[in-house]
């Protein structure tokens, strides 16, 4: 088992309450536990985690930060060798 496992196990077994998910790209992770289907998993610059965002309401535009994420792949930097391009987004 990588560090990446055990750490994924860790958190199921210890009871921080959190809740498994799979991104629309097949990356299976751990979010929030008020993490809904529509959120968006994020890779912030400068940050040690991925984190969830939700997609203001009624229409107005950026984010609204949900928390920290687990994601198998995307912890250590993985998600940033594969040629994905930076955005800017606001997040409130």
């Avoid at 959120?39 to 400068?46: A, Q, Y």
């Avoid at 965002?53 to 930097?77: C, H, P, T």
């Amino acid at each position: 088992m990588t560090r990446n496992d055990n750490l994924y196990l860790l958190q199921m077994e210890t009871g921080r309450p959190m809740k498994p998910f799979i991104t629309n790209s097949g990356y299976i992770g751990l979010g929030p536990i008020s993490l809904q289907p529509t959120d968006t998993v994020c890779i912030c610059f400068g940050a040690r985690v991925p984190h969830t965002l939700r997609r203001r309401q009624n229409g107005k535009s950026g984010y609204v930060f949900i928390g920290e994420a687990f994601v198998y792949g995307l912890m250590d930097g993985e998600f940033m060798k594969n040629g994905y391009e930076p955005i800017d987004f606001e997040i409130f």
